[in-house]
């Protein structure tokens, strides 16, 4: 990354980037090119103390059982891992931990050589057996880890031929098989004999113990963890130091407090007082809170986009939405210039499907976004058979030998954002004939209920895969995620064929292809990619950020540093 | 021979009037409780003249001949005449009225504002769209300022103030009617009737009420703000009832009940006539003050989930805008007032109530 | 009276089994169970196993009827087990444990506050009842009624920790404790009374309306007993009226009031706990309801409906020593 960075000459000096208020997309632009920079030699403060912000508490220190946004930032950094991706989300093998990486010719084999410099946190090495270890008991039935299994279960087997040699053996030669290697690894030595008496990892006096303080293989240990409080993390020497040599780089700080506060508010007035080195800001927060002199004493503040994308997701099996010209209807309908300059506070961008414009493997031909036109809405749902014909002022149609007027519920979460833009779909269709009643759903029932696919509307947003194929799971017939039962196969011959096409370009097509058919048919009507914004106190350098934000792909948080006084 | 004087109409004691018929005559004569329940009055005025007040449909208009009354959509969707539907109109009507028909006539609210929708631009022909954000300050057409959608703050407010003072009242009602028969029952009877009543309560009083909510909240098709009322109301008696009969239990063996025991009197008039006005102080407190927190309670329902569905309009969806926002000083400012007059005004009405009905002062009257 | 207690136990341990079968119910009969918080919370992109799905159920014990599974519950808590979070992955008892003392600290904190500034206060409206004093000061306690907790909060945080940065007046942001560590325990005591200052704050101001106004109501019925004109005729001066013969009359819906606040203890507020990160019970109540951890929840209520039937039995106790002519039996 660092010769990346160094091609792109920096568009202002560090002093005037400090200087900087984040107002314009131009100020941005300075503000990152100046501050994102690595450090030159000696320039970095190793001993350095940083603050993070965890907006919930970790479920659990194990790697295998982590599951959520917040256990990835911890375990990131203690956790010890061969293969991650990079800022453009291609993957590669970690040098600190990988000596050599092989792939045979005929895409059934992985080899891999581990370095022979290798320390866990208690001082035994770590070797090629552990990742076999791991991967016996991620594959073991009884140990309830569905996440870390799901990629995992496509391979054959994971062999260790001695401490440093790995092969890894896939069903087909598949260009998804480069993810399916990245696992999360745990010492042998310390689960070999508890696992099988406590599959759960969780429950025996000795599991217990280790969630306190876990065994760790990344840069980081954990030192300290008050439930509900803090994680503090410190950097750990046999990682960077083993018999008195020096064999990587030491991580640029020496502490990492992670503090756990669930309010927004208290958060803001924490990063404002200096008591936290960075957060998450919300839309709310970038527009009205952190214009002041009050924020930009200690602090300054970055965006970019990120590949996240929100949307309507209409249930093709109920009566209503199984008709596309109805979809599209409704996407005409909607008031999208309003949600954006005024909802999102002219933040965001309009979204026309499911790749990013700025991604390889979306499509080059130009989509329109949607914009409101009531007249090409009522034609469409006029055409598709939703008159008012009962003249209630509510358009209706016969079913079944019943007349169904339209009216339908939309669900979505408890956040403000969410139920003011179903609000606005509910007075948008309110204009021509349609009614819609907002329910804002608890989290938990919200997700039931799209499981078992028992609604007519929801509102939600998804991030997007390193790979391409992970759409699959949204948008292929039967599969996990597509909650609202679409079935094209056309669209589930594409994936099938991308999954084993190796040819970048050729994948590529492939993908567009399904983007302009998904575009037509609006299963989903596509809102807007959302950016990530986040605050960063003003002696924190070397964030850049990726499409998955500053911190989720390597080198991630790893990049940042603090300058020495 | 004279005929005996006739008895004059004079210093006679009227006939009494009845104990509630007495107790209004005395509140009468107390100024700040009759402010008070005015301004109660008021509130019910607004509550149900709230479409005349603010809106975007004309309370009344001609139209092509005929009148009609699309305000009536503010009290249900329902009401709103079809003809306007038909006729495209689009729920814009200064504009849509003028253009379809020239010879139409409307008469407007009084604010020019909708409690669920931002005003757009040139809706009122000449005028601006709603400001939203930050920049929903106060100002002459918002008179005060919209939240972040933009919509207008007079206007929720004055649409809400019908939930207010229903909430209140629907929840404190049942709460209060049940918890004082239960307490009085359980106290006056004693014996294997307070263990009877006493268990269940302390049953009720385990159950909590934020696993009752969700669990109602999620089997229940459409949740609304009345049945989570009803069963705030249903959970919420416990304490009332166990006010009532502690009072019960003291009181059961003054000598006025004895009295009134000898004299005759069954359980139910001794009960109702003797004792139960003698005990309601306690719990006087505990329903004025419950009237008025409803409305912070909806507040709080809605924070979580359990409120009204969108667009609310109610003073407790205003104070939850301004959580991600306290800038927006007026989101709080004026539902706050409006929560700090109700409850003043609650407990100024409870305070005469009280004096008012004291049997006691009764007496000293005379 | 040990017959009277006995026989009170043995129905308490009733009413706790019937109350735990049916919140049991409750919470089992809302959609979702931690299951669904697993799979919302995996990243879309990868695909889960239905297989491995059902595994996951048998393991915690979803895939018998819930009648069943409540009964292995309570043959658990028979032998003194708690079980083990779902989410959390720890003992139900250690959670619990960790946050009975913080909450502990504002609960029993505010109670105190309260108790100690409301009497007074109840005490001088009844006294100067009608005055123009007697309603400025019930005039501000209904202002700072009306103020919504998260308002109060925000502003004494922004006041106490961001404008009086430096100063002496400056109070911590959030937590319990600042995390470093300390030299003794009596440091590490004024570090967390430091710390509650704000929350406790923010716990007491909302009921000093509420306590004095029912403190005053209940005197200014008292005061217009015949007893008391009796005293007043005897000489007695106002402030001994007031406090010796009117007070005490007044302490049977005061008892009630206590025994009623006994849950509230260990209940704690989420709003408060989570704008300023306390770790107390409230929070834990409200994330492993969000979260369906079945095994917090039950513990949970079932420490809330013991401490409920306790604070019932000692307020039914107490109205005996307060006044004779009330037998509870």
Known sequence: MAAELDKQPPLATVAEALALRNDSVDHNARILSALGRLPAAGQADLAARVDRHLPADLNSTNPLLSSSAAEQDVLGLTGFGLFSFDRHLEPFAAAETVARWQTSVDGILDKVVLRDDLVWSDGRPITAHDVAFSYRVIMDERVPVPAVRSGTDQLRGVHAYDDRTLVYFHQEPLATNVWNINFPVIPRHVYADTWEDDPTLKDSKRHVDLEAKPVCGGPYEIVQRSRGQEIVLRARDTWHTVKGKRVRDVPFFKEVRFRILEDPNTALLALKKGDLDEMILTPEQWTTQTIDDGFYEKNTKATAPEWVSYHFAWNTKSPFFSDRRVRRAVSHAFDHERMLGTICHGLYTPCTGVFHPTAWMATKKPLDPYRQDLDRAEALLDEAGWLDHDNDGLRDREIGGQSVPFEFTILCNQQPMAQEICTLLQQSLERIGVRVNVKPTEFTVLQQLMLEKKFDASFGGWGAGADPDTASNIWATGEGRNFGSYSSPEVDRLFAEGRTEVDRAKRAEKYARIQELLWEDQPYTWLYWRNSFHGFSKELRGYVFSPRGPFHYSPGFGSLWKPAP | ?366 | MIRHLVRRLALGLVTLVSISFLIYGLIRAIPGTPLTVVVSQTDPSRRLNPADLERMKAAYGLDKPWHQAYFVWLGNVARGDLGRSISRKAPVAQLIGERVGPTLALSAGSLLLTWLLSIPLGLYAAARSGRPDERAIGLVLYMLYSVPTFVAALALQVTFSIWAEGTPWELPLFGMTSGRAHATTAAWLGDVARHAILPLFCLTYVSLAWYSRFINTNLQEVLRQDYIRTARAKGCGPLRVLVHHAFRNTLIPLVTLLGLSLPALLGGSVIIEQIFTWPGMGRLFFESLRERDYPTIMGLTLLFSVLTLAGQLLADILYAWVDPRVSVE
């Not at chain 2, 009242?169 to 009877?196: E, H, K, R, T």
């Not at chain 2, 539902?335 to 007496?363: C, H, M, S, Y």
Request: proline share 8%; charged share 15%.
């Open chain 2, 1 to 366: 021979m004279e005929r005996p004087p006739q008895a004059e109409p004079v210093g006679v004691a009227r006939p009494a009037a009845g104990f509630w018929a007495e107790a209004w005559h005395r509140f009468r004569r107390m100024p700040l409780a009759m402010t008070a329940l005015a301004f109660v009055g008021f509130l019910a005025a607004v509550a149900i003249l709230a479409p005349a007040i603010a809106g975007t449909k004309p309370v009344i208009c001609r139209y092509k001949g005929r009148l009609y009354a699309p305000c009536l959509a503010y009290y249900h969707r329902d009401w709103e005449p079809v003809i306007f539907a038909t006729d495209k109109f689009r729920g814009e009507y200064p504009r849509n009225l003028a253009e379809k028909d020239p010879a139409s006539w409307a008469v407007w609210p009084l604010v020019f504002q909708d409690p669920y929708r931002a005003v757009r631009a040139d809706e009122w022909p000449g005028r601006p769209a709603n400001p939203a954000r930050d920049a929903g300050r106060p100002s002459r057409r918002n008179l005060f300022g919209t939240n972040q959608s933009g919509v207008d703050v007079f206007a929720k407010m004055v649409h809400g103030t019908l939930v207010a003072l229903l909430v209140g009242f629907v929840s404190m009602g049942i709460a209060a009617s049940i918890g004082i028969a239960v307490g009085a029952l359980a106290g006056y009877f004693g014996g294997w009737v307070d263990a009877v009543v006493s268990r269940t309560t302390e049953v009720v009083m385990c159950v909590p009420t934020l696993v009752l909510i969700l669990a109602l909240l999620a089997i229940v098709e459409k949740p609304t703000i009345w049945k989570m009322m009803a069963v705030l109301g249903l959970t919420g008696w416990t304490g009332i009832s166990r006010l009532m009969r502690a009072e019960f239990l003291r009181l059961k063996s003054a000598e006025f009940v004895a009295a009134a025991g000898a004299v005759g009197a069954g359980p139910g008039r001794i009960i109702l006539r003797h004792i139960l006005p003698n005990a309601l102080a306690p719990v006087m407190v505990p329903i004025t003050f419950g009237i008025a927190a409803a409305i912070l309670t909806e507040s709080g329902l809605s924070f979580l989930g359990f409120g009204q569905p969108p667009p609310a309009a109610s003073w407790g969806s205003l104070l939850n805008d301004a959580r991600s926002n306290l800038r927006m000083w007026w989101l709080v400012a004026f539902p706050g007032t409006a929560i700090f007059l109700t409850v003043l005004a609650f407990n100024l009405v409870g305070e005469g109530l009280q004096k008012a009905t004291d049997p006691r002062l009764r007496e000293a009257r005379k």
